[in-house]
Nanobody, 123 residues
Framework: QVQLVESGGGLVQAGGSLRLSCVAS????????MGWFRQAPGKEREFVAA???????YYTDSVKGRFTISRDNANNTVYLQMNSLKSEDTAVYYC?????????????????WGQGTQVTVSS
């Protein structure tokens, strides 16, 4: 079955950087679009970034210019490089995979989810 395992979260000061990784297994990684979502305490899960099979990328407005999503098909991994972090970026970050090569931003558009990794930005 499909498994997604995130890593790279942690505690960082405002203005700092983190890189999240998500390793996928269970089916041919390169065939499918991937996404990153986040959920802050007391809030709903929200879209952060997505990448299609062909490498097209999409971002929510609040992270444009600060976050970069990328994929390494040889290593079945999707990354989220996060720069200029702000306290409002504090959340549990989830990796998700679609059963489609086309990227989408909706939670319900994704079929498989990782367990999440905590990102805490101190101000």
């Amino acid at each position: 079955q499909v498994q997604l395992v995130e890593s790279g979260g942690g505690l960082v000061q405002a203005g700092g950087s983190l890189r999240l990784s998500c390793v996928a297994s269970g089916r041919t990684f390169s065939n499918y679009a991937m996404g990153w979502f986040r959920q802050a305490p007391g809030k709903e899960r929200e879209f952060v970034a997505a990448i299609s099979r062909s490498g097209m990328t999409y971002y929510t407005d609040s992270v444009k210019g600060r976050f970069t999503i990328s994929r390494d098909n040889a290593n079945n991994t999707v990354y989220l490089q996060m720069n200029s972090l702000k306290s409002e970026d504090t959340a549990v970050y989830y990796c998700a995979q679609r059963t489609s090569p086309i990227a989408r931003t909706g939670i319900n558009d994704h079929d498989y989810w990782g367990q999440g990794t905590q990102v805490t930005v101190s101000s």
